[in-house]
Structure formats: structure tokens, C-alpha cells
Nanobody
Framework: QVQLVASGGGLVQTGGSLRLSCAASGSIFSINTMNWYRQAPGKQRELVALIHSGGSTNYADSVKGRFTISRDDAKNTVYLQMNSLKPEDTAVYYC?????????????????WGKGTLVTVSS
């Protein structure tokens, strides 16, 4: 059984910083892409940042230059460093991983989601 557990959300003032973490646990063989999504009230979930297994990254235009995604493969963990936060960054942030797990019959590739962590930026 694979689980993704996100942490690090909270309340911060405009211009502040937060660091989100998401740890994957269970019978994991390998992790491909790890991603952060967010969903603001009344809006659709959107991709914020992603990092490939080789380390290459992509960001939504709205967070470029302010957010940094990184990963520690030894810990099966992905991070999102968020600086210069704005009220429009307020959302529930979700981590997502495309990974291969070990099963009783071999290996299985699946998409896993963690429960969200709330980030609130006050003006």
C-alpha cells in the first residue's frame, strides 16, 4: 500500500514563505514524476510545479521565480519552497506522484495523490 502524506501548510502574510513536504511510503520500486497541484475555492485544480526523476522541472507561469520544487529520492520526498507569497496563492495544495510500486505479482505503475494541505496567505 502506497501513501503520500503532505505537510507544511499554514497561515502566512503576504510576502512570506512556506515550505511544503510530501513523503511517499510503502512498497515503492521507483518514482517518476512528482508534482504539486493546488485548488483554490471555486476554481479547478491546477498544476503548480513538477519535477522529473532526472531533476528537470516545470512551473506554472503564476509561480515562476517564486516557487521552487525539489526532491530527495533517498527519502521519497518532494518539496515545494514558496517565497513571496500572494493572497492569490491561497489554496489547498496536493502532491501527486507517478510511481511504480511492488505488488505480490510484480510491479504496478500508478498515479497517487496525497491529502491536501491548506495554504492561506493574508493580505
Amino acid at each position: 500500500q502506497v501513501q503520500l502524506v503532505a505537510s507544511g501548510g499554514g497561515l502566512v502574510q503576504t510576502g512570506g514563505s512556506l515550505r511544503l513536504s510530501c513523503a511517499a511510503s510503502g512498497s515503492i520500486f521507483s518514482i517518476n514524476t512528482m508534482n504539486w497541484y493546488r485548488q483554490a475555492p471555486g476554481k479547478q485544480r491546477e498544476l503548480v510545479a513538477l519535477i522529473h526523476s532526472g531533476g528537470s522541472t516545470n512551473y506554472a507561469d503564476s509561480v515562476k521565480g517564486r516557487f521552487t520544487i525539489s526532491r530527495d529520492d533517498a527519502k521519497n520526498t518532494v518539496y515545494l519552497q514558496m517565497n513571496s507569497l500572494k493572497p492569490e496563492d491561497t489554496a489547498v495544495y496536493y502532491c501527486n506522484a507517478d510511481l511504480i510500486s511492488r505488488t505480490s505479482s510484480g510491479q504496478r505503475r500508478m498515479d497517487y495523490w496525497g491529502k491536501g494541505t491548506l495554504v492561506t496567505v493574508s493580505s
